[in-house]
């Protein structure tokens, strides 16, 4: 498609209730020229699409989820601003399409009210009509048409059914927009918005030509009547503060005065909007909607009193999850040796090509150490975000936020909380985004300051590689159960543990509160897509790939280039030249009959290039603020080495594996038959050993140590900075990292100093 045929394409918005198939349904019309981005000026995201239906060149823009379109948070205003054309550097709306739940039409129908209030031309598709079907419903769609004044497309969008038709509506929508229906409100609350709206005009009028809006919107002369009604019916004020920042002094008493004169009228705000949207439904759904003479037991009715029940359904759950971390090690194993022999084969190829020198070393020890070592783990982000696309997609992850409400009730928060947190398990960024769902600020930002306890993705290699180096390989139940996934699950569980700590401490200190209320909606079960579970997984990876090859490579580079200079010859290796020329002189002169004790010499040979490679690390400037900061990092179990790789992991936790590898790498072991059967990190860290006593740095105890570590402390510079713009404030960010990186250093202190009497070294 062309930019010219871009900037002429009709724009198509997608409304509707969560779990209605909405972004099914966007796939399915958009295709693969889809983008996701964020609006102009906030943090929502949106996501866009374009297609040609019948020589038009469409946008369509998949708009989130709502139950309403009464706005009470910024994400709903951006909605809201989008459909009346109020968001700025965005195409107005030509058409909206409504997207409904046929099982569930009387509450999905409510928001269609409100879309078509809004004046646009509306296409509404009734989706899911085969589980309409399947409960014995049957629905009239041509008199639900007539009724609502809009057309109504039957589509089945997981399956492409219905879609051609729905294509058609929408066209002729836009050739021949269908006149706005009936105002459903009484005659007296429409007086008050045609009063109210002229006097705004004035004020908006009035406004200074040089002054700005109130609002990121652009400025116009008149508001658009839907917004001039939903400023009279929230008495939360939210809107006024939205459209009027600079002049409530003038707006407030006049939608205080009107409010005041609907409840005289017998029409109280906000009540009057459910009472006059049901009643008009209910004129609207007689006789559209047969029902069978009784209720229908479906399939997930059945399902659900297992999943659901308060015993059964977290015993299942609990398994579910188990099943998923032990998969993540046993079904990734051979992929991930793959790509180990490759990374190894590529750095063997390297090294044979290119003379020695620190461009060689840049190449191998630096970048392709750091992201040959963390690309090895792209299989279990691969596995573990396919797991979990296929239990949002067939509806499970509803049913865990219904049983997490149980737990998180005495906590002070809601099972609503349970969608942002669950996020966390991918990245903190995009969950500390969606609490702006969460309706009241202290429920906002208690979620906010747990949310970095959830373990993210990028936490997953630093498990991966410990416990596959120090957790030994033992399994029960004929190997369904093994220790390596219960030790990967008990670190997800470590987050989980502290974080509900931490909100009950937070809701009992800080964020005093009632807890809030939760409700939520069931969707039917569903096969998976195969298509969706896909794309969401490569969606995952291409993002883990796309950090290993930018921010990892940049990091790890650094970390080389602090390992490697200033790479003085003549102060490191000026002690070992002297045995270095007496042992190549007793090789030259041993005969090659004599082959023990010529690998005897080869061997203290080796042993001797070590040692000058460790001299080299620890005159490097890494090796110098190593060794400064080691007698911190030291009652935790760890070496100047481990502690220079967590410094340089704040900004980022992923890179931390990388910047072992460069470490490692730079003063590796030249044993090639110790690392035959190993990955080369997992051989280096077994290999690893402290420099004044000799003994291996890693053990089981410090591995755990290092892991719980990674596991509460919050080193990722984007969490930080999204923290500051969702508070809009430096302090509760910097509160964030303080108590974050205290209870982290404290966890790893306790285990570390138990473990080693408890267990194995």
């Known amino acids: ?65 709502a139950y309403s379109l009464a706005p009470r948070s910024l994400d709903e205003m951006v909605t809201v601003d989008v459909l009346v054309g109020r968001q700025p550097h965005e195409r107005p709306i030509d058409c909206v399409v409504s997207v409904v739940d046929a099982s ?58 219905g879609l051609d038709a729905l294509r058609a509506a929408i066209l002729r929508a836009v050739a021949q927009p269908t ?33 700005p809006p109130a609002s990121d919107a652009p400025a116009t002369a008149s508001l658009p009547r839907y917004l001039v009604e939903r400023l009279l019916l929230d008495t939360s004020d939210y809107i006024e503060g939205h459209l009027f920042n600079g002049q409530r002094e003038q707006v407030a008493p006049l939608v205080r005065s009107a409010r005041e004169r609907l409840a005289e009228a017998g029409a109280p705000t906000p009540a009057i909007e459910a009472m006059s949207r049901y009643e008009w439904l209910a004129r609207a ?15 997930t009715d059945r399902i659900d009193r297992v999943l659901t029940h308060k015993v059964w359904g977290m015993l299942v759950f609990g398994l579910m999850m188990l099943v998923v971390f032990t998969a993540v090690f046993v079904v990734a194993a051979p992929a991930m040796d793959a790509i180990s022999d490759g990374v190894e084969a590529v750095a063997q190829a390297i090294e044979s090509r290119m003379s020695a020198g620190a461009l060689r070393s840049m190449v191998v020890q630096g970048a392709l150490a750091g992201v040959g070592g963390v690309l090895v783990f792209l299989p279990q982000i691969l596995i573990l975000f ?79 590689i410990l416990i596959q180096a120090f957790v030994p390989e033992r399994s029960w139940l004929f190997g369904l159960v093994r220790l390596q996934g219960l030790t990967l699950l008990a670190m997800y569980l470590v987050g ?45 990876g291409w993002s883990f790939v796309y950090r290993a090859g930018t921010l990892i490579l940049a990091v790890t580079i650094l970390v080389w280039a602090a390992g490697y200079f200033p790479h ?156 500051r713009r969702e508070t809009n404030s430096w302090g509760w960010p910097a509160f964030t990292f303080a108590y974050m990186t205290g209870l982290a250093y404290l966890g790893s202190l306790a285990v570390y100093q138990i473990g080693r009497l408890v267990l194995p070294v």
């Not at 759904?285 to 399939?299: Q, S």
């Not at 401490?505 to 069931?522: I, W």
């Not at 992991?649 to 470490?663: D, K, M, Q, T, Y």
């Open 1 to 65: 498609m062309t930019k010219a045929s871009l900037q002429t394409a009709c724009c198509v918005a997608l409304v509707g209730n969560p779990n209605t198939g909405k972004s099914t349904l966007f796939s399915a019309l958009a295709g693969v020229r889809q983008r996701t981005g964020n609006y102009p000026g906030v943090t929502v995201e949106k996501k866009v699409g374009h297609a040609i239906v019948d020589g038009q060149a469409f946008e369509f823009v998949d708009l989130p989820g």
């Open 104 to 161: 569930n039409l009387e509450r999905n129908l409510y928001l269609v009210s409100q879309t078509l209030a809004i004046g646009k031309p509306v296409v509404v598709a009734l989706n899911m009509i085969d589980l309409a079907r399947a409960r014995g419903l049957e629905i009239d769609a041509a008199k639900l048409s007539e009724r609502l004044g809009a057309p109504v497309v039957p589509i089945q969008a997981n399956e492409r059914r």
């Open 179 to 211: 006149p706005v229906p009936a105002d459903p409100f009484p005659e007296a609350f429409r007086r008050e918005v045609d009063g109210l709206a002229e006097a705004l005009g004035e004020i908006v009028r009035s406004r200074p030509r040089d002054a």
């Open 285 to 299: 759904l007689e006789g559209v909607v047969t029902r069978p003479a009784t209720r229908r037991v479906t399939p």
């Open 386 to 464: 396919f797991f979990i696309a296929v239990l949002e997609d067939c509806g499970y992850m509803a049913r865990a936020a219904y049983l997490m409400d149980r737990l998180m009730t005495p906590l002070g928060l809601s099972g609503k909380s349970f969608i942002p947190l669950l996020s966390s398990f991918a990245c903190a960024v995009p969950a500390i985004m969606a609490t702006r769902v969460l309706e009241h600020r202290r429920d906002r930002l208690a979620t906010i300051l747990v949310a970095p306890l959830m373990s993210c993705s990028a936490r997953l290699p630093v498990y991966a």
């Open 496 to 540: 989980v543990v502290v974080a509900a700590g931490v909100a009950l401490a937070l809701r009992r200190t800080l964020l005093r509160g009632p807890t809030p209320p939760f409700v939520l909606e069931l969707p039917t079960y569903k096969w998976p897509q195969a298509g969706v579970v896909v794309g969401r997984m490569l969606e995952r």
């Open 568 to 723: 003085d010859r003549d102060q490191v290796e000026a002690p070992f030249d002297a045995r270095r020329a007496e042992l190549n002189a007793k090789l030259a002169a041993t005969p090659p009959a004599d082959a023990l004790a010529r690998e005897a010499i080869e061997a203290q040979l080796a042993t001797l290039d070590n040692e000058t490679l460790a001299a080299y690390q620890r005159q490097s400037f890494l090796g110098r603020a190593g060794q400064w900061i080691e007698p911190v990092v030291r009652p935790l179990g760890w070496d100047w080495r481990i502690g220079s790789a967590v410094i340089a992991s704040f900004p980022a936790r992923e890179v931390v594996v990388g910047v072992l590898g460069v470490i490692y790498d730079l003063g590796r072991k030249l044993d090639a038959e110790a690392d035959e059967d190993r990955s080369r990190l997992v051989g280096q860290l077994r290999d690893a050993r402290w420099d004044d006593t000799g003994a291996p740095v890693y053990n089981l105890p410090v591995a755990l140590s290092i892991m719980v570590f990674f596991a509460l402390c919050c080193q990722c510079a984007s969490t930080l900075a999204v923290i």
